[in-house]
């Protein structure tokens, strides 16, 4: 299996007043092992900033390490379905769905998979499959009042998509309300929005987990005859999480996985959304017979905030390596390059040692540059063995930032979840 990927990485400025009392981040997460599975992902790039930026509020206002989250004591508040913990002080009246609501159209089907309204905004992150795509919905309070509100984002393959749809400003939307899909008369889906409510702390919201200066949380709860599992996480701001599951993750042996007590594996869904790392996971419930699940995170996939420069003369020969041995180090990982090889007229190869070891707790595995490049894996390491991109004709020197580089970071986090305290009717 050769992983060979092209890679375009957007610089995408995040206008100033967009903030939930949060710090908000954006990054599009893993492209290669997306284009690796052959799913093609389209984003609408007019308005993407503010769904990108809100989808990505994972508690990254507290982030440091157990012990100092346990001091600060800050009230907290998840929104099932918009991967969004709010963290602050003094805790605001908000509104949430608790569970999604799927509605049939045309054929296909349609899921408002969540939604958050406060004093400053409302946020409604919906999912399709094999249904026309929403760009713009509206909204009727018990008043009767209507706002429209449009898509700011989206993401979609052939039979399936996802968007999600901002308002900023206050809008008077909570307990029961309508949601309008299409024009003349449009599909109408009722919805009841509840008061959030509000935590101490984390293990207050669900079993929690601990390895390699990592806490995950398992919000889990019963929809329908499914059981849905939301993943929240602590750890240090210098990184973050990238994957949980597997499905796009670096090791398709270490996958997220649930079990009951006599063994039986569940298969593992989750609704498409525009939020990085995938964190609602549904699965199946069996007989009354079982009385215990137990979730396994073997590892997860972590991206650094860290850059790194280097510089080296270009080969003059096509076809001819040449041994280099420059160092450079990315988030206190060493990284050797260790040969070069122009292998056209206008295209270099980059060859990597990453000092990758299957048996430490965290290793280095991929990083990115700032040019659009190939990357070649190790097939069984899944770790980076060389990079390929365009040279200028006539250079003799290339220079590189190399960034976001791409930790793995083992286990395992292990959670008992008890069917009469989650699942039960």
């Not at 939604?115 to 009727?140: A, C, F």
């Not at 919805?191 to 207050?204: G, M, V």
Request: hydrophobic share 35%; net charge negative; glycine share 6%.
């Amino acid at each position: 299996m050769s992983n060979n990927i092209r890679q375009d990485i957007d610089t995408i400025e995040i206008p100033p007043q967009l903030h939930l009392r949060s710090q908000m981040g954006i990054r599009q997460a893993k492209a290669e092992q997306e284009e690796a599975k052959h799913r093609v992902i389209r984003w609408s790039r007019r308005k993407t900033v503010v769904a990108l930026v809100l989808a990505f509020i994972l508690i990254t206002t507290t982030i440091f390490n157990t012990q100092v989250i346990a001091a600060i004591q800050k009230a907290l508040q998840y929104f099932p379905g918009t991967g969004m913990v709010i963290e602050e002080e003094v805790p605001q009246e908000r509104y949430g769905l608790e569970k999604p609501v799927t509605t049939q159209i045309d054929g296909g089907t349609v899921v408002i998979t969540g939604m958050l309204v406060d004093e400053k905004m409302t946020y409604i992150t919906m999912s399709g499959t094999n249904s026309k795509r929403v760009q713009s919905i509206k909204i009727i309070n018990e008043q009767g009042i209507e706002f429209s509100l449009e898509s700011s984002g989206g993401t979609w393959t052939s039979d399936k998509w996802a968007r999600d749809y901002w308002y900023q400003g206050k809008l008077d939307i909570k307990g029961h309300v309508q949601v309008i899909i299409g024009e003349n008369p449009g599909t109408v889906i009722p919805l009841t929005l509840t008061k959030a409510e509000t935590f101490n702390s984390y293990q207050d919201m669900g079993e929690t987990s601990t390895a390699n200066g990592v806490t995950i949380t398992a919000i889990a709860n019963r929809v329908g005859e499914r059981a849905r599992i939301s993943l929240v996480s602590q750890h240090s701001k210098e990184f973050r999480i990238s994957d949980y599951d597997g499905m796009y993750g670096v090791h398709e042996d270490k996958k997220l996985n649930m079990k009951d007590e006599t063994g039986k594996v569940y298969e593992l869904e989750h609704y498409m959304g525009l939020s990085s790392p995938a964190s609602e996971f549904y699965f199946d419930l069996s007989g009354n017979d079982v009385k215990t699940y137990s979730l396994t995170i073997p590892e997860i996939n972590v991206t650094y905030d860290d850059t790194a420069k280097i510089s080296f003369n270009i080969p003059s020969q096509v076809g001819i390596p040449v041994v280099d041995n420059k160092t450079f180090e990315i988030a206190g990982f060493p990284v050797k390059i260790t040969k070069l090889e122009r292998v056209e007229n206008n295209r270099l190869r980059v060859y990597a040692d990453l000092n990758y070891n299957e048996n430490s707790s965290k290793a280095l595995h991929n990083f990115k540059i700032n040019a659009s490049h190939m990357a070649k894996l190790d097939e069984r390491t899944m770790s980076l063995e060389y990079l390929e991109f365009d040279i200028e004709p006539g250079n003799k020197v290339v220079k590189l930032t190399i960034s976001d580089p791409e930790v793995v970071i083992r286990g395992s986090w292990k959670f008992e979840l008890p069917v009469s305290k989650y699942f039960n009717q």
